[in-house]
């Protein structure tokens, strides 16, 4: 399988046109969609609703014009984020496997994984568990992408939970403590955490420890894309990378 890669313009934060033309064209079928990367028109902020009528839409288009059940389309990552000021466009990149019927090559050429973590907990965001539970899930999107090789991995994207007064609240009902009770500082530190769990499964870092998250700025990693929301409880991971 062979990866196409294109990138549809949002007519509006609704709009999935793009997508279902490109499916309509034969550009790929709606079963090969493996991911979604997305920038609609809204704030940008924890209450940004867009991200999550645009997320609808497109899954919408694959389900009216694939095969594939809704348990399954639920399941591809959709990494929506918000915010568009100045000159930038509302635009998706859409990553689909194609058939292709080419020469074989032992050379290294484009590669796309992907999977969703386990449950990210209120109590995980900003600590350690959510490091873990991200790095695991970039090493499967990894070895679905058939990249073994850490430094072939040139990019990789997630979109993780952030914390809103309803999960704080259900924390507390469950004795537990979370980093930060403001959700626009949770968005920031959900984001960093993530970078940081992209950053031990590649082996750019060691894992670190509690103390060190969110303050310790000699730790980072040099190909993570991460955004946060309200709409998921898990890490959507995107791998991109080369492969043979």
């Given at each position: 399988?062979?990866?196409?890669?294109?990138?549809?313009?949002?007519?509006?934060?609704?709009?999935a046109?793009g997508?279902a033309?490109?499916?309509?064209?034969g550009?790929f079928d709606?079963?090969?969609?493996?991911?979604?990367?997305?920038k609609?028109?809204?704030?940008?902020?924890v209450?940004?609703?867009?991200?999550?009528?645009?997320?609808?839409?497109?899954?919408?288009?694959?389900?009216?014009?694939?095969?594939?059940?809704?348990?399954e389309?639920?399941?591809?990552?959709?990494?929506?984020?918000g915010g568009?000021?100045?000159?930038?466009?509302?635009?998706?990149?859409?990553?689909?496997k194609?058939?292709?019927?080419?020469?074989?090559?032992?050379?290294?050429?484009?590669?796309?994984?992907?999977?969703m973590?386990?449950?990210?907990?209120?109590?995980?965001?900003?600590?350690?568990?959510?490091?873990?539970?991200v790095?695991?899930?970039?090493?499967?999107a990894?070895?679905?992408?058939g990249?073994?090789?850490?430094a072939?991995?040139?990019?990789?994207?997630t979109?993780?939970?952030?914390?809103?007064?309803?999960?704080?609240?259900?924390?507390?009902?469950?004795?537990?403590?979370?980093?930060?009770?403001?959700?626009?500082?949770?968005m920031?530190?959900?984001?960093?955490t993530?970078?940081?769990?992209?950053?031990?499964?590649?082996?750019e870092?060691?894992?670190?420890?509690?103390?060190?998250?969110?303050?310790?700025?000699?730790?980072?990693?040099?190909?993570?894309s991460?955004?946060?929301?309200v709409?998921?409880d898990?890490?959507?991971?995107?791998v991109?990378?080369?492969?043979?």
């Amino acid at each position: 399988m062979a990866i196409e890669v294109r990138k549809v313009v949002l007519e509006s934060v609704s709009d999935a046109s793009g997508l279902a033309k490109l499916i309509d064209d034969g550009v790929f079928d709606a079963d090969g969609v493996v991911a979604v990367v997305g920038k609609t028109e809204g704030n940008g902020g924890v209450n940004d609703f867009t991200r999550i009528l645009a997320d609808q839409a497109f899954r919408k288009v694959l389900m009216d014009k694939g095969t594939r059940p809704w348990e399954e389309v639920k399941e591809i990552p959709m990494v929506w984020s918000g915010g568009t000021d100045g000159i930038l466009c509302p635009h998706a990149t859409v990553f689909a496997k194609i058939e292709d019927d080419g020469p074989v090559s032992d050379e290294s050429r484009l590669a796309v994984g992907y999977a969703m973590s386990d449950v990210i907990l209120p109590e995980d965001i900003g600590r350690p568990a959510m490091v873990e539970k991200v790095a695991e899930g970039v090493r499967r999107a990894m070895a679905e992408a058939g990249i073994e090789d850490p430094a072939d991995v040139h990019y990789v994207q997630t979109k993780t939970p952030l914390l809103v007064m309803e999960t704080i609240n259900d924390a507390k009902s469950r004795g537990h403590t979370v980093y930060t009770e403001d959700p626009l500082e949770s968005m920031n530190v959900s984001n960093g955490t993530s970078a940081l769990g992209i950053a031990v499964a590649l082996g750019e870092i060691e894992m670190p420890s509690a103390g060190q998250i969110g303050h310790d700025l000699s730790l980072f990693s040099s190909v993570a894309s991460c955004s946060s929301g309200v709409e998921l409880d898990q890490a959507q991971t995107v791998v991109v990378g080369n492969a043979p």
